[in-house]
């Protein structure tokens, strides 16, 4: 099983960018890596996925290196509104037997 | 139409009573899930309907028993509940393999006294 380990909370102003690391030492071969912001009382928002190397949509960009033991999701230029619990998701996109376990989550709180 | 809806959004039960959540989502998605989540963790995978054939059952007790009617319907039948069931349920879906970008519903939140 794909355990994955992301750091609890993480503390920002307002403008900058934002990294936060996820670790996921026994990945499997056919597995994704995704990641979902959540804000209180909400389900959780599907921010971006990826396989291998680097993507980017209009909010964010993972980086996963070529051993693809841990990501990194970046958000450029924080506001306030970015203030929620980000999780890594690791698991099996292509398969219907796949495992699909959240990180504990990282609180990250913006501020002015 | 990329809403995932649930109902109730909030449900009080006792540990005898026998209810529903109910789930629908209206975007041809595939595949749909359903998570239970505590304060303060993450969702915790239930049970994964696929073309509407369950393909995954995360040794869930015989008192959760999901049912999905059509490919836009997705229902969890609750049943003598305990008190340490009380958390949010969380229903999902995606367009086709599990583990695609999943659309999450807001929840249900569920007590049982």
């Known amino acids: 099983l794909a355990k994955t380990t992301q750091p609890i909370s993480m503390d920002s102003y307002e403008g900058q960018e934002v990294n936060i690391t996820c670790s996921h030492n026994?990945?499997?071969?056919?597995?994704?890596i995704t990641w979902y912001q959540q804000f209180p009382s909400q389900g959780p928002r599907f921010i971006i996925q990826?396989?291998?190397t680097k993507v980017t949509n209009e909010v964010a960009s993972l980086f996963i290196p070529a051993d693809r033991k841990s990501s990194t999701l970046s958000l450029p230029r924080v506001s306030l509104s970015d203030t929620a619990v980000y999780y890594c998701?690791?698991?099996?996109?292509?398969?219907?037997?796949?495992?699909?376990?959240f990180g504990q989550g990282t609180t990250l709180q913006v501020k002015p | 139409d990329t809403e995932v809806t649930q109902t109730p959004k909030h449900l009080v039960m006792g540990m005898t009573n026998k209810k529903s959540l109910k789930c629908e989502q209206h975007?041809?998605?595939?595949?749909m899930y359903w998570y239970k989540q505590k304060a303060k963790k993450p969702p915790e995978l239930m049970f994964v309907?696929?073309?509407?054939?369950?393909?995954i059952n995360e040794s869930v007790p015989s008192r959760f028993s999901p049912e999905c009617p059509n490919s836009s319907l997705l229902n969890l039948h609750l049943h003598a509940l305990q008190p340490e069931d009380s958390a949010l349920y969380l229903c999902?879906?995606?367009?086709?393999?599990?583990?695609?970008?999943?659309?999450f519903g807001p929840g249900t939140r569920l007590t049982v006294t």
């Open positions: 026994n990945i499997a071969t056919n597995d994704y």
């Open positions: 999902a879906s995606s367009r086709t393999n599990v583990g695609y970008e999943q659309y």
């Open positions: 975007m041809g998605h595939r595949a």
């Open positions: 998701l690791v698991g099996a996109a292509a398969s219907n037997t796949g495992k699909l376990i």
């Open positions: 309907y696929s073309y509407e054939k369950l393909s």
């Open positions: 990826g396989y291998k």
